[in-house]
């Protein structure tokens, strides 16, 4: 790790405990990380000397462990704010490992603050710039603001490519598999080269760097997943058959849509059966497509979510009930219960866990809503990102 003159003998202490503790806890992990996901210890990924931004593609809930076992380093963590109102998991964040908190839907200048400050005291932090896992397995395109952040904390930028991942637990699922990871690294970008590069380049080229699809278990070694179709309404919400909206929901190895009552067969390859796609990354690609085509040719657009509660996030990311009721969202507003919000006034969507949305206001409010029986977050934001793509 890098010297820093400005560290102080405290800082340093601490710097060493948290070194040390991170090395042996790496160590008694490994075997187990290794026999789950796959990880091969000759891979790992080597990290210049200075301190360095590490960024990766986000591709399942375990990435923050998988990615500590894939490189030599000991790393400080970015981590999604909501993690801070789970009292077991933001005991580890913060006082273990002293993770950078971020929240979802919205730009923290705080976080920016705390990673900087972290940089200059000599360490290596971790950020999965997506800011969530992908719900058919291909990589996000990062929100344009990262070509500015990583230009101006003025360290060294390393890109991570993370594949296999997926398959070990899709978003849309809660059953774990074990998996085959692979980790590379794409790219050593310096201070003095991102000071030369426009941040739309910059952004271009990291998005190039850790953009993957999620290859089927058949062109990874032929392994298969014993793993059914429950929850597959989270990723899928358009029946290509009939069009329905919010219909298709998975049940054994069957997904079916109940408008329609069309049924394909989801099998131990992640691959899909008994229709025009064969992967949920095909499916998904269409859904986005459809959405498109119905804002733009004028359809009607009616979501709507039963039993919902809307809670408001403060800025020291605890949070209250605001609301509860139906959520809805048609061309115009956003609602829960006897809350409304037009969406000209909501600034960024975005979804946490299976099927949570996150929006946040232009006048800085920041909300979550989430339903008793579940819904599909990724529904409400595409249709949301269309709708403002066509207003604006």
């Given amino acids: 790790m890098g010297k820093n003159t400005s560290i102080t003998d405290t800082d340093a202490a601490a710097q060493q405990r948290y070194d040390k503790f991170y090395n042996t806890l790496k160590k008694m992990a490994g075997p187990i990380c290794r026999f789950l996901f796959g990880i091969r210890k000759e891979e790992e990924v080597k990290l ?3 301190p360095c931004l590490v960024v990766a593609n986000h591709t399942c809930y375990f990435d923050p462990l998988i990615i500590a076992m894939c490189v030599d380093q000991p790393l400080y963590f970015v981590a999604g704010a909501n993690l801070l109102r789970q009292k077991i998991a933001a005991f580890a964040a913060v006082n273990i490992f002293h993770s950078i908190p971020c929240s979802k839907g919205k730009i923290s200048v705080q976080t920016i603050r705390e990673m900087t400050k972290n940089l200059k005291a000599g360490r290596n932090i971790n950020m999965f710039a997506e800011g969530n ?72 080229q990291v998005n190039r760097d850790i953009y993957v699809e999620q290859p089927a278990a058949e062109e990874t070694g032929g392994r298969t997943y014993r793993r059914g179709a429950k929850g597959i309404h989270y990723a899928l919400y358009i029946c290509p058959d009939c069009g329905a909206v919010a219909r298709i929901y998975g049940k054994g190895k069957n997904i079916r849509c109940g408008a329609c009552n069309h049924t394909w067969r989801y099998n131990e390859y992640g691959k899909i059966e008994g229709g025009r796609f064969q992967t949920i990354y095909q499916w998904n690609r269409w859904q986005q497509e459809r959405v498109g085509e119905m804002v733009r040719n004028g359809e009607e657009i009616s979501l709507s979510t039963p039993s919902a509660r809307l809670y408001a996030i403060s800025d020291n990311h605890s949070r209250g ?70 207003n604006l």
């Fill in 48 to 50: 210049p000397v200075e």
């Fill in 133 to 204: 896992i992908t719900y058919d397995g291909a990589t996000a395109p990062l929100a344009s603001v990262n070509g500015k952040l990583f230009r101006s904390l003025q360290c060294t930028v390393v890109t991570v490519q993370l594949t296999g991942g997926y398959q070990i637990v899709p978003r849309w699922s809660g059953k774990f598999c074990r998996g085959n990871i692979h980790a590379k690294l794409m790219g050593v970008y310096t201070k003095e080269t991102l000071h030369d590069m426009r941040p739309e380049e910059i952004l271009e």
């Fill in 321 to 390: 009930i605001k609301e509860s009721g139906t959520l809805s969202m048609d061309r115009e507003r956003l609602i829960c219960g006897s809350a409304v919000y037009p969406l000209t006034d909501i600034s960024r969507m975005d979804t946490r866990n299976k099927g949570v949305i996150l929006f946040s206001l232009r006048n800085g409010d920041y909300f979550e809503s989430s339903a008793k029986k579940g819904f599909s977050g990724l529904m409400y934001k595409t249709f949301f990102e269309a709708l403002k793509e066509q």
